[in-house]
């Protein structure tokens, strides 16, 4: 849905000019043609146009543009790659895009100290190419790793299949330089010990560009592992499938990825040239991996495969060589890319639930889906527990739109009933906001609201997300008496923030 | 609510505690006026809301085994014990997740875990007393960070008290989480300062099957430099990597009655995994260390591990006795700086003219710097002499010179954190917002 446009709240042409004069013409997009891909992200659900689109090139005119914003009250954010499946990277408000894609430099690679120092705008998959020779890598790897970039992933704090040994972007970040929307640069954390005081860089992470623009960031690097064996298991049930995943989990066994691919994915990617040969007729797909060193990986790999054989299990292949361990992970990697060829839209969700709960709530959603008559796919980070439902409809048909975003919602109520969360990667943006309140109480977003405003007082840095803005009288009446009080004694605090 | 168990306390707040239990809370020298052991978030809740409406000066208090750190209390009203929080409410090992409320010790819940073969992986000083609530505070971590990481690792979610008494949660029992701000990296580390935690949700990790120790002997630096060097650049991922110098090697073999086993510089690797990783990275490791070691190589037996472990993670053995003072600081470097400073540091503490021993985390940039003052001397002003120009050295990587503990002659003279950089304008003011009538432990931490 188009976000309401309106004129904007500060002088265009002045702001135009200042643009131009810092960054001359050809760095500044400003036509209705020019500014139309910028107009969404991944989303597709919802857009906005900009009213700039600006290119800068290093952290000083970064600052300068964000200086420039702030004197005229121009809402602005930056842009990596786009790829957001949240609507983050929409200009809800319109304003200033700060694409990214230039400041895209990796400044130093310190092998001693184990890290890289980047400029935002650098690929993900590009920092470990940077350093692969010398057996080193960058372990978060977000299926969007080749296109995706490091300042998009420090702040939807990415992960990945490989994130459930490894762990988050979050996990892998010591330090950070960022403009603030002060107008300031600040260096936030260090690579030197534990930072001192409060943990900012952790606070940073994952803050979806609310807080300001990471224009620098000092990552951590792992060495490679020197062995890694993966294979597929093939079932003819997915409740099979799922009670693998918590088998393996409650064996504490943690494979590297435990990743879950369901019927209609595995019809997608089949029907395309990158089949990888998986039985059409097959309910559930596990790709489980294991890594480290050589010494051991045989045993590893066993005690998997006696979890996978303990159920019933139609075929289990074991990748022997490099080739075939592509070739297993290619249904996985081009999973996204094959739900156009079984249908014309489809919407990416993402949730989390606790890893026990899989066989339970995967039953719920697929009864959801037939309920609204849409029908689904899935796959999935299964070892996290990180669900990412993906709802295929056809735009053209009369209330689709609205069918899809009421099962979305429903999913997610579902994801918050069994003790779970509305994102496990992909952010709230402007996609889950309204759903906030379903996992926070209204002094849990005040304490975070509150947050937000010492860095981002005037609301200018990617406003409208993360945080609900609708608290019409419906709402307000279908609270109940007490969280009314709460919400009045709230309102008359000088403290209550209005996101 | 008043305790029927124990004499009655102040009456104006609701379990308190007896005026005779006032010692014990006593923080660097300071002694609070009133004592609570709230047993649910409702009554911790109240007190806070009581707090402040009397602009009380809160510490919240766990076993006490962390209260040296950082500066005295400015002022110090109510001591907030957590020793009753203590349950563990959510155990779902086939999650590998577990939910504890704030006042349970670590030895406890380890107990519980070990039995299903899993473990928190971060095992701090003071391991038989600690609570969680003082080790999230403090961001706590012990040997094995070199593996696992500090505990903000392992936080998934947080119950906590705001400063008016608001009940608040943040985050949940799923491993992976991005639903609003990542509140509970702002909570782990914050020292009591920004609202009382009541209870966490952790993320568990299997024990490994197995563990062996190898303890590399050095009588120089330099071939420390090299075998350090080495073992970084290699695939062998070790749990724990601990340095010691000669003073602190020998204090440690004195305390393990090892006769002179361990003596000089020595490097202290842990590996666990399956068996045969471990065996192979034990053999690895003698190879790679061949060609630089200049003294001896042991392997410890379990026992022998076991007991070097335990001494290690309690620093006792770097401990002054009477009436020698004891400082710890605890300085952060950039990791492959780590044999240049421990070299300057030997050289600069000579001057002091006061017994000095140092240890490192090696591998994540963190030495600790134990130092016995004489309080009869001038060595404490010299000490921190020491303590600013060491700052300023390390002013360039963002490096810093914490004072974990020692006497108020010290901190008299410099503060305990020295954070000078320009984000401490931003923790002000996150502080300010979130606790605006400074109650919660006014003037210890960096705000
Ligand atoms: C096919 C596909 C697969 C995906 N798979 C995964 C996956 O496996 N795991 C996962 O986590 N995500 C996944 N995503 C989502 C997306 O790729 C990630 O969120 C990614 O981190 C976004 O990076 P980007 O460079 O595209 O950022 P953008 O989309 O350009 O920006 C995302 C948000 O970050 C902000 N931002 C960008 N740069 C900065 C900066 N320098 N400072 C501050 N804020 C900034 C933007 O304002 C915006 O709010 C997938 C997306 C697609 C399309």
Aim: net charge neutral; charged share 25%; aromatic share 6%.
């Amino acid at each position: 849905m188009a976000v309401e446009t309106s004129e904007p709240g500060f002088p265009r042409t002045e702001v135009r000019k200042e643009l131009v004069d810092l960054l001359d013409s050809d760095r500044v997009l400003d036509t209705p043609e020019e500014l139309l891909v910028y107009e969404c992200d991944g989303l597709t659900l919802h857009s906005r146009m900009p009213d700039f689109v600006v290119f800068p090139s290093s952290t000083r005119e970064v600052l300068e543009i964000v200086r420039l914003a702030r004197r005229h009250r121009v809402p602005f954010l930056a842009r990596g790659a786009g790829t957001s499946l949240s609507g983050g990277t929409i200009a809800a408000e319109g304003g200033i895009v700060l694409e990214l894609s230039g400041m895209n430099r990796i400044l130093q690679i310190d092998l001693e100290n184990r890290l890289a120092q980047v400029q935002p705008g650098v690929v993900n998959q590009h920092v470990t190419r940077a350093v692969e020779a010398d057996e080193f890598y960058y372990a978060p790897d977000p299926s969007s790793q080749v296109a995706s970039t490091i300042g998009g992933n420090v702040a939807e704090n990415a992960g990945g299949p490989h994130t459930l040994k490894y762990g988050v972007t979050t996990n892998h970040v010591l330090a950070l330089e960022a403009v603030l929307p002060d107008g300031e640069v600040y260096r936030l954390g260090t690579a030197a010990g534990d930072p001192v005081g409060f943990d900012l860089v952790g606070t940073f992470v994952g803050s979806e560009g609310t807080l300001g623009i990471a224009t620098e960031a000092t990552v951590r690097l792992l060495h490679s592992a020197p062995a890694v064996k993966t294979l597929l298991a093939v079932y003819d049930s997915v409740s099979e499938a799922t009670q693998t995943v918590s088998g393996i989990i409650a064996r504490g066994i943690v494979p590297a990825a435990l990743e879950m691919i369901d019927k209609n994915t595995i019809q997608a990617i089949e029907a395309g040239v990158y089949s990888s040969g998986i039985p059409q007729d097959a309910a559930a797909v596990l790709l489980i991996e294991v890594d480290g060193l050589e010494a051991g990986i045989d045993q590893q790999l066993e005690e998997i495969l006696e979890v996978v054989r303990s159920r019933q299990v139609r075929e289990v292949r074991v990748a022997r060589s490099a080739d075939e361990r592509k070739k297993l992970w290619a249904a996985r990697k081009n999973a996204f890319g094959a739900y156009g060829r079984i249908s014309p839209n489809y919407y990416t969700m993402d949730g989390v639930i606790p890893r026990s709960k899989l066989p339970e709530v995967l039953g719920r959603i697929e009864s959801l889906g037939r309920e609204y008559g849409l029908r689904m796919a899935n796959v999935f980070h299964a070892g996290d527990g990180n669900l990412h439902p993906i709802i295929l409809y056809d735009i053209a048909r009369e209330d689709a739109k609205e069918k899809v975003m009421a099962l979305a919602g429903a999913i997610l109520r579902c994801c918050i009933d069994v003790g779970g969360t509305l994102s496990g990667e992909h952010g709230i943006g402007l996609e889950k906001r309204e759903f906030m309140r379903l996992f926070f109480s209204e002094a849990e977003l005040q304490v975070m609201g509150r947050l937000k405003r010492v860095f981002n007082p005037d609301n200018l840095a990617n406003p409208q997300k993360i945080f609900p803005m609708r608290r019409g009288c419906g709402e307000m009446s279908s609270l109940s008496e007490d969280s009314r009080d709460r919400l009045s004694r709230f309102e008359g605090d000088p403290e209550f923030v209005r996101f | 609510m008043k305790d029927p168990a124990t004499p009655p306390g102040d009456p104006n707040i609701t379990c308190a505690l007896p005026a005779s239990r006032l010692e014990a809370f006593t923080v660097q020298g300071k002694r609070p006026h009133r004592a609570a052991a709230p047993r649910t978030p409702e009554e911790l809740s109240q007190l806070l809301q009581t707090a402040q409406r009397e602009h009380w000066a809160v510490v919240p208090f766990g076993s006490g085994s962390r209260q040296d750190l950082g500066n005295p209390p400015k002022r110090f009203d109510l001591a907030l014990a957590t020793t009753r929080l203590d349950r563990i409410p959510e155990y779902e090992p086939q999650d590998l997740v577990v939910r504890v409320e704030s006042g349970c010790r670590l030895a406890r819940l380890q107990e519980l875990l070990a039995a299903d073969r899993l473990c928190l992986p971060v095992v701090p000083s003071a391991y038989r007393q600690t609570t969680l609530g003082g080790m999230v505070a403090a961001n706590a971590s012990g040997p094995d960070r070199y593996g696992h990481g500090t505990l903000r690792d392992y936080l998934l979610g947080v119950g906590v008290i705001q400063a008016d008494g608001t009940q608040t949660r943040f985050g949940s029992r799923v491993v992976k989480n991005v639903t609003g701000y990542d509140m509970c990296k702002l909570y782990a580390g914050s020292f009591g300062t920004l609202g009382v935690f009541y209870d966490f949700y952790f993320k568990l990790k299997p024990l490994p099957p197995m563990e062996k120790t190898v303890v590399g002997l050095f009588r120089k630096l330099p071939p420390v430099r090299r075998a350090l060097s080495k073992l970084l650049r290699s695939p062998l991922v070790p749990t724990a990597l601990e340095l010691l110098d000669g003073n602190a090697s020998r204090r440690l073999d004195r305390k393990l009655d090892w006769s002179g086993k361990i003596a000089g510089y020595a490097l202290a690797v842990k590996f666990g995994d399956l068996e045969a990783a471990v065996n192979w990275q034990v053999k690895e490791l003698k190879e790679i260390w061949s060609s630089c070691l200049d003294g001896d190589m042991l392997v410890s037996d379990a026992r022998e591990q076991a007991r070097l472990w335990d001494g290690l993670r309690e620093d006792h053995f770097c401990m002054a006795e009477p009436p020698l003072e004891s400082v710890k600081l605890k300085v952060g470097i950039l990791p492959d700086q780590l044999v240049q400073w421990i070299e300057e540091m030997e050289k600069h503490l000579s001057g002091i003219e006061a017994p000095f021993f140092l240890r490192a985390h090696a591998g994540s940039g963190v030495i600790r710097v134990y130092c016995h003052l004489d309080p009869a001397t001038a060595q404490a002003g010299r000490l921190a002499g020491l303590i600013e120009r060491w700052r300023s050295l390390l002013n360039a990587v963002r490096g810093s010179v914490v004072i974990e503990s020692g006497p108020a002659t010290l901190k008299n003279r410099v503060d305990a954190w020295g954070y000078r950089y320009k984000d401490l304008k931003l923790m002000r003011q996150i502080k300010n917002r979130l606790d605006p009538r400074e109650i919660l432990n006014p003037g210890r931490f960096v705000v």
